[in-house]
């Protein structure tokens, strides 16, 4: 299972922090993103980190302000959110894929186990 929190309340300009946590799996042998559902939108790929060297991807709109990384001691994931914008509002999820190729990280229908998602609201 996977347990996203962190989200909340932040100013235009501000950060947050989210977290993903795993249970019942070694979390360092899946790649694990981060997808966000802005309302009135469908869900859409942010950030993934990959199983074992940790390569990074990330979308367009969100690549240069949030960094995914990893620990694998802890078996948790992180989103670090920074110069959030009113568009950034929206519900995250955390998600976990067994053997994904590269070319797959941002596509959702690949990841097989899904956390609960955490709002983030962002104040204009």
């Known amino acids: 299972q996977l347990q996203a929190f962190g989200g909340g309340l932040v100013q235009t300009g501000g950060s947050r922090r989210l977290s993903c946590v795993a249970s019942?799996?070694?979390?360092?042998?899946?790649?694990v993103a981060w997808f966000r559902q802005i309302p009135g939108k469908e869900r859409e790929f942010a950030a993934a980190i990959s199983h074992g060297i940790g390569t990074t991807y990330y979308s367009d709109s969100v690549k240069d302000r949030f960094i995914i990384f990893r620990d694998n001691n802890k078996n948790m994931v992180y989103l670090q959110m920074d110069s959030l914008q009113p568009e950034d509002t929206a519900v995250y999820y955390c998600?976990?894929?067994?053997?994904?190729?590269?070319?797959?990280?941002?596509?959702?229908?690949?990841?097989?186990?899904w956390g609960q998602g955490t709002q983030v609201t962002v104040s204009s």
């Open positions: 998600a976990a894929a067994s053997c994904l190729d590269e070319r797959d990280v941002s596509t959702e229908r690949y990841y097989n186990f």
């Open positions: 019942g799996r070694a979390f360092n042998a899946y790649t």
